[in-house]
């Protein structure tokens, strides 16, 4: 591997840290008494907010329509993430150091998976806590449920709200992207040297 | 000022013994026509220099004394909306202040509980000279006391009494870095240095009747106030006063009124020497004798009540010792400098060269020199003394004086830019002159009768000249009627160009005697939200729903509750019975802007509680009936406030139900 090459693979693994830097994904909602609106934060070893009230504030809010509580104690989730995230970090800086050049597009494939895994938990998680709503609830409004947006924006009651990623997702694209342009810069280095591997055998 | 209010008939006097005045009325009231003339055609143009857009913010607070009510008000300027109002000397049961077991002990008084006051002089916090948003003090009148106010979080934080003060008109009056206030006394009393009880006859005012001009001691960074010491002055009454500033900042300065020293009839009695005393005091130096050990210690019994912070529980402190300063022991201390009788205001303009006096009963402003101060007091150019304070000669002090003003001129203040204003009570005017050359160069009318005006910082060495605000003791005819008692009225006044125009009236509550304004960005940013619950250390707190709890000790009852959006934990109470002392101690768990919770019983024969997010309050019930007695939220908090709600079953008198208590069924969980 080219150490060019090495380096960018380096910077791929630890640019996952930025997972332990910022949230990965952010909610934002908004309703007419909350002008300043209210975020929930969404980390890869914690649950938080715009400030230090707003999950209770948003448990406050939910609580009307039945929502269950949302505590970070009950996302096991958020206890092994972080390994797995170490797990990507330092594999990617064992397969960087060691050249390992084969290992790379599986290192960046099972990334893939993992982030891929990741999104889908965080759906389910959204469906259900959007729909498993105690049935005594104070509000109830039949057929209605409250899936937060998975991506983009969506009306719910009074609030309007809000779905983007955060930074921290930012950590996992670049990974995912420079360990792609490494493999590929390493394929068409390859390639260029058994071309001219052959031209010497053709001559 | 209200002295003059009741002297209705002096005030006729006043008018034919002003009949040289009467001329120079006409040019007044000519012009004042012309005025009210520029101001209906000023009208649109008011309209649009008033208007803050809905959802838009005032560019100044300011703060009214409530008078007679015993709050401070707060406004916007330039809209006129009222923002708050912020008890102080009265209870509220409007927020529970004076009422709840927490708030209590700020009205205790060597007097006992004194749950109201008349409350006359707000005084913005000094860094340099200047407001620096962080405290306001105010006086209450009638048992001297002074109370410092909290602006980030617009509560009231401190209250100390004055001993040795009878009314505490006088009163507060902070020096340019906040190093003191200083508060003087309205009535002299009996006083002696022993401090023991004497039987002193009204006949014996000139013996034996003092003054008192209170030093109290502000901390730097936490505001808390001590009395240092006391002056102990002739006695006479002390009216108003203010601080000098630049080359005067050493000296504050203090109206005085019954020089005569009459113990009786005083609007006759104290209305005999032509002239009253304006009364110097070098601040600076009294500070230094007191550090120096001049002063007597004397027996003394003062409340000084403070609110913690971090429990939101005020605490009385007693406190027993004063140490006096005497004049006639501290050379240099103090000098008296004539002014004409009866004098009201005293104002400092922002060079701290000119001291402005208003004599309510004077045709003149006379305007004294502090130079010139400087120089008498140098060459000694006494014209007598009082108790060995040296009178200085009035013409050598004098640097000018403002013919025809206008008719009772109360107070002074200054826009900045080399002008001053005066509140005219008699001939109900603002009058602008030249600091210059003491000439008056523009009137308008108020409506009626002004008493004090404010101009934003007015008081500091540098106003904010944009706006000036008179607030009139008489309304008549300016708003619709409603009935015998009317609201006291503000008008905003824009100053900013060469005529005074007339922008709004606005209805001010109880009666504000003076003002302070202040610009919003010193404060606004610094406004607290809530109170964090995790630094809530208040003794009965209860920060879990878990932890909430009903517990008996003797006939005495503790509800540990909690309040969130939207139910009372817990809400179903049992084991109480009729006579029994309940203590609800309620806890708001939220942690979110502008959500508080309030508390009530049915007929509790107390108050309500309002209880910010955070923060602990505790009301006490003695129920008087046996039955259930519903309890709930009195603060529209959610959709769901008016299920906020709950039952206490109270049993007779002898008759044992365990105490029990629940919410939604069950015992309150995690
Ligand atoms: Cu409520």
Redesign the pocket.
């Known amino acids: 591997m080219k150490t060019l090459h090495k380096l960018l693979l380096l910077a791929a693994a630890i640019s996952l840290g930025l997972l332990f830097l910022f949230p990965m994904w952010k909610i934002y909602v908004q309703a007419p008494q909350y002008p300043e609106g209210l975020q929930m934060h969404i980390w890869v070893n914690k649950i938080s907010g715009s400030t230090d009230y707003s999950l209770q504030n948003f448990n406050i809010l939910n609580h009307y329509i039945g929502m269950e509580k949302i505590q970070p104690d009950s996302f096991q989730e958020l206890t092994y993430m972080p390994y797995i995230v170490f797990f990507f970090m330092l594999t990617g800086a064992l397969i960087a150091l060691a050249g390992a050049r084969r290992l790379v597009l599986p290192w960046v494939f099972l990334l893939m998976v993992a982030g891929a895994a990741g999104l889908a938990d965080f759906y389910m998680w959204l469906h259900k806590f959007g729909t498993n709503l105690d049935p005594h609830a104070p509000i109830i409004i039949p057929g209605m449920t409250y899936i937060p947006p998975f991506i983009g924006s969506k009306q719910l009651l009074n609030f309007h709200a809000l779905s983007l990623p955060g930074p921290g997702s930012i950590g996992i694209a670049l990974a995912v992207v420079l360990g792609l342009a490494v493999f590929f810069l390493e394929r068409r280095r390859k390639g260029a040297s058994i071309k001219s591997a052959e031209k010497t055998l053709v001559l | 000022m209200e002295t003059l209010y009741k002297k209705v008939n002096k005030a006729a006097l006043l008018l034919a013994v002003a009949a040289g005045a009467a001329l120079q009325s006409c040019s007044g009231i000519e012009s004042s026509q012309a005025n009210t003339a520029v101001a209906s055609q000023a009208d649109a143009d008011a309209a649009t220099k008033v208007y803050v857009a809905p959802g838009k913010h005032d560019e100044l607070y300011s703060f009214m004394s409530g008078g007679f009510s015993g709050q401070v008000s707060v406004y916007g300027i330039p809209s006129g909306r009222q923002l708050k109002v912020i008890p102080v000397f009265s209870q509220n049961p409007e927020n529970g202040y004076g009422y709840t077991e927490e708030s209590k002990a700020m009205l205790n008084t060597s007097f006992g509980f004194v749950p109201w006051d008349d409350l006359h002089h707000p005084k913005l916090s000094r860094t340099d000279g200047m407001t620096d948003g962080r405290w306001l003090f105010v006086n209450a009148n009638n048992t001297p006391r002074v109370a410092r106010l909290d602006l980030k979080t617009f509560e009231t934080a401190e209250i100390m009494e004055i001993p040795n003060s009878a009314g505490n008109h006088c009163s507060p009056y902070p020096t340019n870095d906040n190093e003191y206030v200083i508060a003087g006394t309205r009535f002299s009393v009996p006083i002696n240095v022993e401090g023991k009880y004497e039987d002193v006859n009204f006949s014996e005012y000139k013996d034996k009747f003092k003054g008192s001009i209170s030093f109290v001691k502000v901390d730097k960074k936490t505001g808390d106030m001590d009395l240092d010491f006391q002056v102990l002055v002739p006695g006479f009454d002390y009216d108003l006063a203010n601080g000098g500033k630049g080359p005067s900042s050493d000296w504050v300065f203090f109206t005085t009124y019954n020089t005569e020293q009459a113990s009786t009839l005083k609007e006759i009695g104290a209305s005999q020497n032509d002239k009253d005393f304006l009364a110097a005091i070098n601040w600076k130096l009294a500070a230094k004798y007191a550090r120096e050990g001049k002063t007597h210690e004397m027996p003394a019994y003062y409340y000084h009540n403070k609110l913690d912070e971090k429990t939101h529980i005020a605490t009385s402190e007693i406190k027993k010792k004063v140490r006096i300063l005497l004049p006639e022991e501290c050379p240099g201390l103090m000098y008296l400098i004539p002014v004409p009788k009866s004098p009201h205001g005293i104002d400092v303009d922002p060079s701290g060269e000119f001291m402005i006096v208003s004599g309510k009963l004077a045709s003149i402003i006379p305007v004294h020199s502090f130079s010139n101060m400087l120089k008498t007091i140098e060459k000694k150019d006494f014209i007598g003394d009082v108790g060995g304070i040296p009178i200085l000669r009035y013409e050598s002090v004098l640097a000018g004086e403002v013919k025809e003003p206008g008719l009772g001129p109360l107070h002074t203040e200054f826009d900045g830019k080399g002008n001053a204003y005066t509140s005219m009570f008699v001939s109900s005017e603002v009058v602008k002159w030249k600091l210059k050359d003491f000439k008056v160069v523009d009137r308008i009318p108020v409506y009626y009768s002004v008493g004090h005006l404010v101009i934003p910082g007015g008081d500091t060495k540098k106003p904010y000249g944009k706006y000036l605000i008179a607030m009139n003791k008489i309304t008549k005819d300016r708003y619709l009627p409603t009935g015998p008692e009317l609201a006291h009225s503000a008008q905003l006044i824009d100053i900013s160009g060469e005529k005074m125009k007339l922008l709004l009236d606005f209805p001010t509550i109880g009666e504000p005697h003076y003002a302070q304004a202040i610009e919003a960005g010193k404060i606004a940013p610094n406004s607290v939200k809530f109170y964090s619950l995790e630094e809530n250390s208040h003794p009965q707190a209860t920060k879990k729903e878990s932890d909430t709890r009903v517990e008996r000790k003797g006939n005495q009852v503790h509800v540990y509750m909690t ?1 969130i ?2 139910h ?1 934990t817990p809400d179903n109470i049992e084991g109480v019975n009729v006579g029994d002392e309940v203590y609800f101690h309620v806890t708001n768990l939220e942690q979110d802007w502008d ?4 508390f009530a019983i049915m007929g509790n024969n107390n108050a309500e509680l309002l209880i910010m997010p955070g923060a602990t309050q505790t009301l006490k019930w003695v129920p008087q009936k046996a039955g259930i007695v519903p309890m709930y ?6 959709a769901l ?1 008016q299920e ?1 709600q709950g039952y206490i079953k109270v049993s007779p008198k002898g008759v044992k139900t365990p105490v029990a208590f629940s919410t939604g069924g069950k015992k309150p969980a995690a």
Do not use: K, Q, W, Y
Not at chain 2, 633 to 638: G, I, L, R, V, W
């Open positions: 309040a959006r939207s009372l959500v508080p919770h309030g939220c009195t603060d529209f908090c959610s406030h906020m």
